[in-house]
């Protein structure tokens, strides 16, 4: 059974830093290109950031320069470091993997992130 188990949310003010973290279990981890998507109330689920396996990264271009995706495959995690937080960050964050022969796509349950202004 897949499990893609999300941590780290919660509330920060303007200016703050947040670090997720997604474990995942079920997958081969190496074949599959992780990500982070984001969904803020009223508005479609966004591409946050994505890793592959060989370290290629790609960033909506909201968060760049203040956000990094980073993997563990010994541990078969990603995070993604938050900084400099601002309210329009605010929104459910949910880990996903991709595999990347089949594209079959697995997701967290999602963690809170609350920036207050």
């Known amino acids: 059974q897949v499990q893609l188990v999300e941590s780290g949310g919660g509330l920060v003010q303007a200016g703050g830093s947040l670090r997720l973290s997604c474990a995942a279990s079920?997958?081969?981890?190496?074949?599959?290109?992780m990500g982070w998507y984001r969904q803020a109330p009223g508005k479609q689920r966004e591409l946050v950031a994505t890793?592959?396996?060989?370290?290629?990264?790609n960033y909506v271009n909201s968060v760049k320069g203040r956000f990094t995706i980073s993997r563990d495959n010994a541990k078969s995690t990603v995070y993604l470091q938050m900084n400099s937080l601002t309210p329009e960050d605010t929104a459910v964050y949910y880990c996903n993997a991709q595999n990347i022969a089949t594209h079959r796509n697995y997701w967290g349950q999602g963690t809170q992130v609350t920036v207050s202004s």
């Open positions: 890793s592959t396996i060989g370290g290629w990264t």
């Open positions: 079920g997958i081969s981890f190496s074949t599959n290109v």
